[in-house]
């Protein structure tokens, strides 16, 4: 009974006061969506680094003229790490043939060239587990050491720049969740803390007939929580709205987008995510409020 009075005062505030609320509304709405953006950007990033180990791979030089037994040793000792899936030899003719291939209509630039100057080689497939900068870094280091291995390639540059462009990407993402969920917990702050001055009258009646703080904060954070959630509900409109341009309209003209993953946890959670901030924003107004 007191909750259900308590909801009944709040919603009545809610509408009473509804051009304030709506603005306030309108804007966690514009908060939660740009945390959507944010969240959304960074799981299809993370989602498109955690693919790329499948694809990694080292190679590693042998020296000129190495004998087929001591090309085999070498092979021997490289599947016996714990990190490397498979191993291929590739002699000097298969390294030229797929250059070849990869040339194609190009191949034009090994005319004149009598004798072939690759290397043989070894290609070294890493376990999706083991592909991090410092366990890739470490493998390359003990692999030169292995006598008949002249060089090891394995695009430190690379993953150097996958590595930065992840950790940049998650610490700016978290900076913005922090600032706009700060933002959305202040504009709650503020919405609450004008309805209660705003209500001056009517709760100095209330503590004349003698309410204790409880029953008289009660409406204000439940009407904290309904801004919250009615911000919630709009951002999951327009999280709705750019799913569906995203995939259905701008898809047809840009078959790349098919491969960018939406997770459909992301509409659930945003009303409840609203409903938790405008809480807090509107229990932190109530706290720095004198009732006496």
Known sequence: MYLLYSLRLAIQSVWR???????????????LFMITLTFFSVYNMDLATKKLPAKFSMMLYLNEGLSEQDTGNIIAILKKNNAVERVRFISKDKALQEL????????????????NPLPASIEVKLKQESVSLPSVKKLAADIKKINGIEEVEYGEQFLNSIHSIKAGAQTLSLLLVVVMSTGIIFVCYSTVKIMFYRRKEEIETFKL???TRGFI???FVIEGGLLGAGGGLVSLLGAIAFYY????????????????????EIFVALPFVGLMLGISGAIIALGRIRFS
Not at 17 to 31: D, F, Q
Not at 107 to 115: A, R
């Open 17 to 31: 006061e509804k051009w304030i609320n709506l603005l306030s509304v309108l804007t966690i709405a514009a908060g």
């Open 100 to 115: 070849k291939g990869v040339l194609k209509n190009a191949d034009y630039v090994l005319e004149g060239i009598n004798e």
């Open 209 to 211: 007939l003698g309410a």
């Open 217 to 219: 904060r009660a409406p």
């Open 245 to 264: 341009i995203l995939f259905y309209k701008l898809a047809i003209t840009m078959p790349i987008l098919k491969i960018i993953v939406f997770p459909s």
